[in-house]
């Protein structure tokens, strides 16, 4: 009985040996290259795939197509992989039997990124399979860079693959090439879809894809039901599909899903990246518009309280039409589930997700929602919307503050010298430009405690600054909604305080900005100015910010003064061309000085006009603060440093922090 077992293993043995063979392409030693066939690579050379062509080792045959470079054996310094670059493939087929199995070992775990045309691939750290049953399989890499691959190792079966599946589409079906035909058809009509689509968001039994049109338009649909696959962002989806037409709750949709095939390719993130419908909140919530099954993304909104169900209103300030200030709504449902931040009302958010449509109301399914990380100051000056709130998104340095009977404000500046300029969707660029700092007033309105709150801090956290744009084209101000938060314990730098000598006669500081004027002081038809030397510049001053300064200053008329001051604009600017990235102009681009007023908040520097030259020798050294507080030694914050000579004027005027 035991011998009659034992033969009985051996029979059964030897009928899996003549069933199924194992064939291991190894592309990481030498006598594996040689051994399929390969010419061995020299040193930081190749071997190029495709110039070999197909090799055939134990029954399987290997081939390559090339994708963003030559799919190739590379040698490095003796570190022998088969690299697979960006849509480049490997096919592995035998002539007789079936592959039943692969198995992918990489060299490197980074960009380890295939997918397969036929059965299951899945990766798990370095080591990829395959399963299923073909006479051919294609391995394409979709991941950035390459793929570096060690070893594969194939099992094949002496059995030919499973009888390929009939085809199962009535000749007389109903055939589409287009999800724009899709809600025309009545509901329970049975299609075949002829055309690609690709996968733009996949949650449990819904799969959103999107196809591109002729004209480069991009159509949404979504397909309901168990499609027996779980794809990737930008998975191309083939031809050949079939599914039902349906409407449920005004929703067009595709259920009883068959026939879904593995991706052909993954497309870049561009493809699937959502819609910025940022300030269009009111356009796509009008069903009219037909945004259903489209993923978007939108910022700077605000969210009323979650209910037990997960529904909730998303609000957005808008300019409808006609240019007024409206409340755009749009009903939000959380229908994935996801963990949702602690709402604030008062707090600005960003969000992406899909747009469905329920019973004639549009909503959206949030895929995430964060806290909005504001906005950069300099694209708030210049592509912001007065009576939009903002948050801004840099670190902002306190340079002065003035509590006045025009109100108490706080000048503030990014003090930056470049920027990211991102015109990639008009101009096909983005690049680092030089940049001037810009500056913005911090409006505390009638609020002691706000005022005096910011006017004592330093440097203002970046995203705890928020409030309403007001007067953006001539003295942009951000009226305060809140206390911003102070940062703490850093390394100060020094302020781009600009200084405009009138002797030049040319003065470009934006509204708002806290800079030095250079220039002679005198009362012109009683308005007290600052003048160049032959008079031909006559800039406005007004002493609201100091008055004190006035008193002073009006005993000393003809002298020659180096003022900080709050430039202001009398009439607003002009936009350059759009997309240009470039500084705005000004209205009065032939004569400059002539549309700013000066506020003086504290003198740098005085020289008297008759007095005679000496021996110029430091008599006197003060520090003073941009809000005007003079004293012996420096202070904390920023120091403005004036050198008194012992003739009254000073030799230099420079920045210090202490």
């Known amino acids: 009985m035991k ?38 690579p020299a040193p930081s050379a190749a071997t190029n795939l495709t110039q070999v062509g197909p090799v055939t080792v134990g ?92 070893t594969i190792v194939v099992t094949t079966s002496a059995d030919g693959p499973g009888d390929e599946p009939e085809d199962p589409i009535d000749p007389n ?28 968001y996949q949650w449990e039994n819904y799969l959103w894809v999107m196809q591109l049109d002729g004209e480069g338009n991009a159509l949404a649909g979504l397909v309901y039901g168990d499609t027996g696959k779980e794809y990737r962002l930008g998975a191309v989806i083939p031809a050949g599909w079939t599914g039902k037409k349906a409407t449920y709750k005004g929703l067009v949709e595709v259920t009883s899903p068959d026939h879904f095939q593995n991706a052909k390719n993954i497309l870049d993130e561009d493809y699937y990246s959502p819609f910025d419908v940022t300030g269009y909140l009111g356009s796509i919530a ?62 600005a958010y960003a969000l992406e997700g899909m747009v469905s449509i329920y019973n004639g109301n549009m909503q959206l399914y949030p895929i995430s929602i964060a806290n909005d990380p504001g906005t950069r100051l300099w694209k708030v000056l210049y592509e912001g919307e007065d009576g939009n709130q903002y948050k801004l998104n840099d670190t902002l340095y306190v340079a002065a503050a003035v509590d006045s009977e025009k109100g108490k404000m706080v000048f503030v500046t990014d003090n930056v010298d470049e920027i990211y300029y991102d015109t990639y969707a008009e101009w096909g660029y983005a690049e680092w430009m030089d940049w001037y700092p810009d500056w913005i007033a911090l409006d505390c309105t009638g609020d002691d405690a706000l005022y005096q709150a910011v006017a004592d801090m ?92 006035e008193a002073e200053m009006s005993t000393k008329t003809g002298s020659h003064y180096g003022l900080l001051c709050v430039f202001t604009l009398d009439n607003p600017w002009e936009e350059n061309a759009a997309g240009a990235p470039m500084r705005r102009i000004h209205a009065t681009d032939d004569d400059y000085y002539t549309n700013y007023t000066l506020y003086p908040i504290a003198i740098l520097s005085m020289s008297g006009v008759d007095e005679v030259e000496a021996d110029k020798q430091v008599v006197d050294v003060k520090y003073v603060t941009p809000s005007g507080i003079v004293s012996q030694q420096p202070q904390d914050g920023v120091n403005i440093v004036v050198k008194t000579l012992n003739d009254g004027s000073t030799t230099t005027v420079k920045r210090i922090l202490k």
């Open 458 to 549: 330093q440097v203002l956290a970046p995203g705890t600054v928020k409030g309403t744009l007001a007067d953006r084209m001539t003295n942009p101000r951000l009226v305060l909604g809140s206390v911003p938060e102070a940062l703490e314990n850093i390394e100060l730098p020094t302020l781009t305080l600009f200084q405009y000598d009138l002797s030049e006669d040319y003065v470009s500081a934006l509204g708002h900005e806290v800079g030095r004027a250079n220039g002679y002081f005198f009362y012109k038809d009683g308005v007290p100015c600052l003048c160049s030397e032959q008079d031909t510049v006559v800039v406005k001053l007004d002493f609201a910010y100091a008055p004190a300064l």
């Open 173 to 200: 079906i109903e055939k589409l090439d287009s999800l724009h035909h899709l809600a025309a058809l009545a509901d329970g009509t049975e299609f075949q879809f002829t055309s690609d689509v690709y996968v733009n």
């Open 59 to 150: 029954g399987v045959t290997l081939s390559a197509t090339n994708g963003s470079t030559e799919t190739r054996i590379w040698n490095s310094q003796g570190n022998y992989t088969l690299r697979i670059y960006v849509d480049g493939s490997i096919t592995l087929s035998v002539a007789e039997g079936s592959i039943t199995g692969i198995t992918v070992n990489a060299a490197n775990p980074s960009n380890f990124d295939l997918i397969a045309d036929v059965g299951d691939y899945s990766a798990a750290g370095m080591v990829g399979t395959w399963t299923g049953s073909a006479s051919a399989v294609t391995l394409t890499h979709v991941g950035s860079k390459n793929a570096q691959v060690a």
């Open 286 to 347: 009008d069903p009219e518009e037909g945004w259903e099954n489209y993923k978007v993304f939108i910022e700077g909104v605000h969210l009323s309280a979650i209910d037990e169900r997960g529904n909730f209103t998303i609000t957005s300030s808008e300019t409808d039409e006609e240019g007024n200030r409206i409340d755009a709504t749009m009903a939000g449902y959380n229908k994935f589930g996801i963990d949702y931040p602690e709402v604030d009302p008062t707090e």
């Open 3 to 40: 011998r009659f077992f034992s033969i009985l293993l051996m029979a059964l043995w030897a009928f899996c040996v003549l069933q199924a063979a194992v064939v291991t392409l190894d592309f990481s030693t030498a006598e594996g290259i040689t051994a399929m066939g390969y010419p061995v």
